[in-house]
């Protein structure tokens, strides 16, 4: 399902990439990257306090700028972002795509980026580790009814259906830049085994027309979820290597 990206990047408004990464590079290949970063981007780096963090902060902005570069026809470092009040950024320049959009996560090792034209998107991942107040955060951040269908699953799968709940709304918060106090307006499918989907946002179940979601498994012991506007699009999985 994963290959290698194409030698001249194309999207058109029908398609979705969707790209994944390693962020555990080698010495030599970060300081490659770390050339391709603005000084906001380095300064922003060096604020990491441990050296693990800053390394993977800066493969994971290097990596985004490899990725959009081949899109745009510039050279990575070339690239200028622009961010929205709430710090989501697009670029300054899309060249031939005007409305290039893309959207990032990452967790532990692992980082994934969505690319698409000319439709919001937006993706969580979230690595599946051990979570024994998975039902205290859902009574906190989900809504009573998502909150009580996690407590009434086996308990062995209580953790996995958090996660999906949780990286389904922070996909759609992330496609529509809003920020994770939001969580609560938003109500997502809880169920391991139907498909993901939006149920109501801020009460209204006519916007969730809007949207469609898809989980995905991006590498063994990760979750994530993808939210794109509209529904007539396609995915392909692209592999970044260095």
């Given amino acids: 399902m994963w290959c290698y990206p194409p030698a001249n990047l194309a999207i058109s408004n029908r398609e979705v990439h969707l790209w994944r990464a390693n962020l555990d590079l080698s010495t030599q290949e970060v300081e490659k990257l770390a050339t391709y970063l603005s000084d906001d981007e380095l300064a922003r780096a060096s604020r990491f306090y441990f050296d693990r963090d800053r390394r993977r902060f800066v493969v994971g902005r290097g990596r985004l700028r490899q990725i959009l570069a081949g899109y745009v026809q510039r050279k990575p470092a070339a690239l200028e972002f622009v961010y929205t009040e709430k710090g989501k950024?697009?670029?300054?320049?899309?060249?031939?795509?005007?409305?290039?959009?893309?959207?990032?996560?990452?967790?532990?090792?692992l980082v994934v980026y969505a690319v698409s034209c000319d439709r919001a998107i937006g993706i969580d991942l979230e690595y599946l580790r051990s979570l024994p107040d998975a039902e205290k955060l859902a009574q906190r951040f989900?809504?009573?009814?998502?909150?009580?269908?996690?407590?009434?699953?086996?308990?062995?799968?209580?953790?996995?259906?958090?996660?999906y709940a949780w990286t389904s709304k922070e996909a759609y918060l992330k496609a529509t830049g809003?920020?994770?106090?939001k969580l609560t307006d938003v109500e997502v499918s809880v169920s391991l085994t139907a498909p993901?989907?939006?149920?109501?946002?801020?009460?209204?179940?006519s916007l969730v027309n809007r949207w469609s979601l898809q989980r995905l498994t991006?590498?063994?012991?990760?979750?994530?979820?993808?939210?794109?506007?509209?529904?007539?699009?396609e995915l392909n999985y692209f592999q970044l290597f260095f």
């Fill in 178 to 181: 809003e920020g994770i106090t």
């Fill in 196 to 205: 993901a989907m939006l149920l109501s946002i801020d009460g209204s179940r």
């Fill in 142 to 163: 989900f809504s009573p009814q998502e909150a009580a269908i996690i407590n009434s699953l086996p308990p062995e799968n209580r953790q996995l259906a958090f996660f």
């Fill in 89 to 109: 950024p697009s670029l300054k320049d899309r060249g031939n795509y005007g409305q290039l959009v893309f959207n990032l996560s990452h967790s532990q090792e």
């Fill in 218 to 233: 991006p590498a063994p012991n990760y979750v994530a979820t993808l939210a794109v506007e509209g529904s007539d699009w």
